[in-house]
Nanobody
């Protein structure tokens, strides 16, 4: 079993920055894909950014050049970050951390953290 715990959300003004963190612990897997998704009321959850254990990254077009995903790993846990710069009101959403062990279709989800971009 894997536990994902997000942190770092909050209220920020347009143009500001936030860094989200996702701590993954439990049955740590050596090869994986981890990602950040976001969701607003009435809309489907959408992929924001992803990173593999090999370091490959992908980004939604709407966040390219503004957001960056990166990770740390020690023996006990993996931490994945989402650095969000030049935030816009349309970035307002609940952000969820996701992990998929390599070669499986198992999805682990965190509980989400609220990001609000407003003046």
């Amino acid at each position: 079993q894997v536990q994902l715990v997000e942190s770092g959300g909050g209220l920020v003004q347009p143009g500001g920055s936030l860094r989200l963190s996702c701590a993954a612990s439990g049955s740590i897997f050596s090869r994986y894909a981890m990602a950040w998704y976001r969701q607003t009321p009435g809309k489907q959850r959408e992929l924001v950014a992803s990173i593999t254990s090999g370091g490959s990254t992908t980004y939604a077009d709407s966040v390219k050049g503004r957001f960056a995903i990166f990770r740390d790993r020690d023996n006990a846990k993996i931490t994945v970050y989402l650095q969000m710069n030049s935030l816009k009101p349309e970035d307002t959403a609940v952000y969820y951390c996701n992990a998929v062990p390599f070669g499986t279709s198992i999805n682990y989800w965190g509980r989400g953290t609220q990001v609000t971009v407003s003046s």
